[in-house]
């Protein structure tokens, strides 16, 4: 499964990229953080099977969540088995706001 640290989605949001950001944490923990990635269009995690097929195909697609592991990790290779180009965030949102990225207020 491919995967994407936070240096490199910088370097990706930099050079001006053509990509699909998407948060997919659960709505409790995006609540409570107050915060998102700048350009990140959130997506229900617990509704993947509605809106999986809306992902554009076209481009690769980041995924993160709070802590890079089973939510952002399980929907990329969801789409991964669709035949797009999938990556989660290493360390998810709590390891961008940890290393000082940019945030948003939501």
């Not at 950001?21 to 998102?36: F, Q």
Request: proline share 5%; charged share 25%; glycine share 6%.
């Amino acid at each position: 499964m491919s995967r994407i640290t936070s240096c490199e989605l910088m370097e990706w949001q930099a050079a001006g990229r053509t990509f699909t950001l998407l948060d997919v944490r659960r709505e409790a923990a995006r609540a409570a953080d107050a915060a998102a990635i700048p350009d990140a269009r959130w997506l229900d995690p617990e509704s993947v099977f509605t809106w999986k097929d809306s992902v554009p195909r076209d481009r690769p697609v980041v995924l993160y969540c709070a802590h890079g592991h089973e939510i952002s990790q399980g929907i990329a290779a969801t789409l991964e088995a669709m035949g797009l180009d999938a990556r989660y965030l290493i360390d998810g949102f709590s390891g961008w706001r940890d290393t000082g990225r940019p945030t948003r207020s939501l």
